[in-house]
């Protein structure tokens, strides 16, 4: 039982830091890492149509969760060198958060 109540403290101190960092709510936030936690094939991923919004693309909210980059600006890094996440994780150590 302790195992549960631990994987939900890691859960909702995950969605909260995510909640702050992309400017949504806590509860949206649970919302997106429990879909995020289902499996999708390569497949699905690709015939995926565009993300309406930069939280919404997977590789946008990747390189916000893991660097100092705001979502603008991992959105205008995506757009600009591809979806090739190694290669946006090393721009990405270039580049200055947004003050």
């Known amino acids: 039982m302790s ?39 390569d497949q699905t991923i690709e015939t995926k149509s565009k993300p309406a919004s930069g939280v919404e693309d997977p590789d946008v909210r990747y390189l916000a969760e893991h660097t100092d980059l705001s979502p603008k600006q991992a959105r205008e890094l995506v757009a600009k060198h591809g979806r090739d996440r190694k290669k946006l994780l090393e721009l990405a150590a270039t580049m200055k958060a947004e003050g």
Request: no cysteine; proline share 0%; net charge positive.
């Open 3 to 41: 195992d549960i109540l631990i994987n939900r403290a890691e859960r909702a101190r995950e969605a909260a830091y995510f909640a702050r960092r992309v400017g949504i709510t806590k509860e949206e936030a649970l919302e997106i890492l429990k879909k995020g936690a289902q499996t999708m094939t």
